[in-house]
């Protein structure tokens, strides 16, 4: 017994036997982010469930002009055959206004708005012969779910009624009197529809004009368009795009408009914090290997264990916290938490100034982490940098180091 406590004194051991220490503890670390995982997957379910009930993304495609005709099938017998055609709008313009709130389902909630929406525009007629009877105004939306009340259909003039397919709702139209080839047939639609999260558009006419306005103060614009004009307030945003045929290789596959979410869940950003776990622990069990070496007060590795273990619990803490508040306020209480309890457990062990400097090791490293997360295009090489600095901070304590046993002062 008393060959391990000794051989356990010698600092090349130490130092294996920390290191293998801090790796296990990537077990935990794991566990964590296994945790994270799991409630990240109820959250996805329960903004499921809200979203089935009141409205999915929506997304919203025309509205066109869809009819048959007949063709020649063969010039000796004269006989035709029946085909479908369809004419996209030559100019089309929907004029948006979403109001936005959140609904919640237990600890989670998700971003719904209801939107009113004004879409006009004209078809231009072709030289196919339509079949009386055979021709429709058609607008596809993917959930017909989140329509509200009776839409109104105009067509050159006259309300239609309206009907629901699969994904669309169309009105049965007919042709005015002595239309021809060339003539603008003028259309207009009125409907209320809610949905969750996210609110797109597919540019089937010649040009496309959307003039979109919300009370949402966070939009993400998406999709293969960006809006031309923008203004995002505090009490919400408006947005334009024009986009012309020209600038589209295929109409039916292009899509733009914008997202109403958060853009980063709490979830996600505690995963992102468990990646910087190791590191902080690499980190106070370095310091702390220097502390016991230079004041010559040998800490145990049942106390670094008890250390990595306050370290791996922050990351618990934090995810308790964050589904109950913002992530910054849950983050400052699982650090403040975290850094107190190890600056109470230095205090017992070194008994000297240097656990305030271990204290405030680990306060800087939480703060440098939370600094970190708030970073997208910078944050690798900040990153660096500061493990650059750490080695050179610890490079220069361990100067003048000797590889002895350390003693426990009287």
């Not at 879409?119 to 329509?147: A, H, M, P, R, Y």
């Not at 910087?276 to 070496?293: N, Q, R, S, T």
Request: neutral net charge; aromatic residues 10%.
């Amino acid at each position: 017994m008393d060959k391990v406590k000794h051989s356990l004194q010698n600092p090349v051991v130490k130092i294996c036997a920390i290191s293998i220490m801090a790796l296990l503890l990537l077990i935990p670390l794991a566990m964590v982010k296994g945790q994270v995982a799991e409630r990240s997957s109820h959250r996805s379910k329960s903004v499921l469930d809200i979203t089935k009930s009141w409205g999915l993304p929506q997304k919203i495609s025309g509205p066109s002009l869809s009819y048959k005709y007949l063709v020649e099938k063969d010039d000796k017998d004269k006989t035709k055959a029946i085909l479908e055609g369809c004419l996209y709008p030559d100019d089309l313009k929907y004029v948006v206004n979403t109001t936005s709130k959140e609904l919640h389902r237990s600890i989670y909630d998700v971003q719904v708005y209801t939107a009113d929406l004004t879409i006009t525009g004209n078809i231009i007629l072709d030289d196919k012969e339509q079949i009386e009877g055979s021709t429709s105004l058609v607008l596809n939306l993917s959930d017909l779910k989140g329509i509200q009340g009776n839409p109104v259909f105009s067509f050159c003039g006259k309300e239609w009624k309206v009907k629901s397919g699969s994904k669309s709702i169309k009105a049965e139209v007919s042709l005015p009197k002595g239309a021809k080839e060339g003539d603008k047939l003028p259309f207009s639609l009125n409907l209320t529809i809610q949905g969750s999260e996210s609110m797109y558009f597919t540019p089937l006419g010649s040009l496309n004009e959307v003039d979109f306005t919300s009370d949402y103060p966070n939009p993400s614009f998406d999709g293969d368009f960006l809006p031309i004009e923008r203004e995002i307030r505090d009490d919400g945003f408006s947005a334009k795009w024009l986009i012309s045929q020209i600038a589209i290789s295929s109409p039916s596959s292009s899509d733009f408009g914008v997202k109403m979410i958060k853009p980063v869940t709490q979830y996600h950003q505690t995963e992102r914090a468990t990646k910087y776990g190791i590191l902080i622990i690499f980190l106070i069990f370095i310091a702390g290997f220097v502390v016991e070496m230079i004041s010559k007060r040998p800490i145990n590795l049942i106390q670094y264990l008890v250390i990595g273990a306050s370290l791996v619990l922050f990351y618990s803490l934090l995810l308790a916290f964050s589904d109950f508040m913002s992530f910054a306020v849950a983050y400052l209480i699982a650090s403040v938490m975290t850094t107190a309890a190890l600056g109470g457990y230095f205090m017992g062990l070194v008994k000297n100034k240097w656990a305030v400097l271990l204290t405030a090791l680990v306060a800087v490293a939480y703060g440098v982490i939370y600094i970190l997360l708030q970073m997208e295009t910078y944050a690798f090489l900040t990153g660096t940098l500061l493990l650059f600095v750490i080695l050179c901070v610890i490079m220069f304590l361990t100067r003048n180091m000797q590889l002895e046993p350390a003693e426990r002062e009287v």
